[in-house]
């Protein structure tokens, strides 16, 4: 089937849409957003420095119809979300979002009720925008680079006024192997400092936050995990005082291990968790850092 991938010049994100796309062809082509090289090997590559979703959908509109394509590829990303329904509204096209998988017969599934189901669809009717959740499919290996021809955008219907970026530090989340959470149950921003110590003694560690925690704001939202924020899938997964609210679980469910710290021993994030510790958790994680610490 005739594939497009959408999506920003990042390595990690293009290789987990290349093997995605290999469900549905040898080589997709690809929309790629941003400045310099384009990793992989595609078909045929067009690129852009427009990054606004509303800005894209017209053009994005007319190569699909143009050239034919089945299958439109893009992340579950705030791009990917702003992007997809817009053009399955000028493309009366299929949308399925916040895929998991892709069997060997097309089979495209995704979690329902906040992760509790999976529900499996078999589209009929073309072309299918899919948006791809991250860290649910090995990357890809990209070889070599592939040269672009520039993707006409007229002037859209937003303009960017102005532009702050927070300059992320470490690893960011959706990559992290091990992540060390913490929720409202912490108390106050001053103890995230304590995570942060214990995260730092893994190469690939990362600080996260529940939604309570980033609403009393403790935190920055660029930390949130849940359905409303990152979805990530770590090795191990330390939730530290957060209650495990289903909106929650829905962005740690393919966490491999999770562990749990929490004074209420009725918490939901027990449910969840493979190891749990019923206690204060000023008691434990200066122990797991001290321990940390002689070992590294």
Known sequence: MK????EIIEPNRLGELMTASRKFCDQPDIVAIGTGDIPGSYHVAYQTQECIGANLTASLGDLIKTNGYEIVLMSATTLGASIAGPLAILLSASIITEATGITDDSMIERPIYGGKAVARYKADTWPLILTIRRKYFEKDTLNGQTSSIPLPVSAGPVKLVTEKIEKAEGVPLEDAEVIVTGGRGMGGAENFSMLKDMAGYFPKGAVGASRGAVDEGWV?????????????????????GVSGASQHLAGIANAKCVVAIN????????????????CDYKNVIPEIVRALREES
């Open 220 to 240: 920055s939202p660029s930390l949130q995990i849940g359905q409303t924020g990152k979805i990530v899938a770590p090795s191990v997964y330390f939730a530290i």
């Open 263 to 278: 004074k209420d021993e009725e918490a939901n994030i027990f449910k969840r968790a493979r190891f749990g510790l019923v």
């Open 3 to 6: 594939t497009l991938i959408v």
